[in-house]
């Protein structure tokens, strides 16, 4: 095992079968080994630092009605929510007070939101916050949105793949959505220009090793700046509420085989692994992660955006939560940056 994880950190990849094999066998020291290379490797590009970014749950309205995710369209029980141009100034200035330098809008896909509101947010940032990036996360959009929405002021963009598997894909997503088009939108993204992050849950449900192996063999070819995976959490008005949640230690291996496959990646320790975890924040950062992503959502609407189930609830976008949450970092030998902390 020590032998494929050496080979993985020299070249960075594997074969499908010698990645199969490395998951399906892992055990404790597997993973110590692999954890210590992860973090000597993000050591040698990013230092101690863990950069911090700001997350505004702006509209819980989707349009579309995936399987696992808690504000689904067909979830009727959802109280559904929209933050108006001045609330979401509001949580930057609070943000920006406590050190935040990224902000990352994200939603449902709700077009209510249309393009040009889209940019008049984007611009209004920009113009008040001029150091800071400006991260979206709205989904599946056309290479002209995308484009405005960039030439406006975005600079990054998350988009989950969720899975690189077609059969996969169509067991967790209605018909009308295409693993094709996720894909085609990820690499528009890129070629606009954008830092673009992708990603998957771990231990959704239906997923395999082999789908596990798949998703890394695509973030592989697309060569993402960030990559975002946490555990799969059930939530209770979803078509998988009976299913089990994923697993914090495999999340936390692959954070590992993440790092080691691409060094200079942008993983973040997520809010799913500290939901499943009391100390799945730090654990994450132990296993090679180097971003946190607290919420500045206002409290009145924090509870509604719910993905999944006990997502946990923390003071994030105050001055003593943030303090906080320095100190959880610093407890474990690193420390929270105030720079953007863009992919170099
Ligand atoms: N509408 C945007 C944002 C989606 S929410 C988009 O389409 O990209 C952000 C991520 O939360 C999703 O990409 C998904 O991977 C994750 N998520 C949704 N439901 C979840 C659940 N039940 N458990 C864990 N993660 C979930």
Redesign the pocket.
Known sequence: MKNTIDKLRKNGFLQKEEFIELIKNRNEKSFRYISKLARKEREKVFGKKVYMRGLIEFTNY?K?D?F????RKSNANAQRYRLSETEILECCKMGYKIGFRTFVL????DLYYNDDIICRIIEGIKKNYSNCAITL????KSYESYKRFFDCGADRY???H?TANEEHYKKLHPKELSLENRKKCLFNLKEIGYQVGC???VG?PYQTVENIVEDLIFIHKLKPHMI?I??????CE?C?SEFQ??SVELTLFLLSVLRLMFNRVLLPS?T?LGTLDLKGCEKGILAGANVVMPNLSPIAVRKKYS???NKIFTGDETAEYNLFLRNRIKDIGYKISEERGDYI
């Open positions: 989707c579309n995936c696992y995710c808690g504000i994200q939603g449902g896909e996360s709205i989904g599946e998350l988009l989950r969720e990603g998957f849950m959704s975002g946490g555990p799969f959490i059930p939530h979803t998988f949640s994923g997520t799913a993905l999944y189930d």
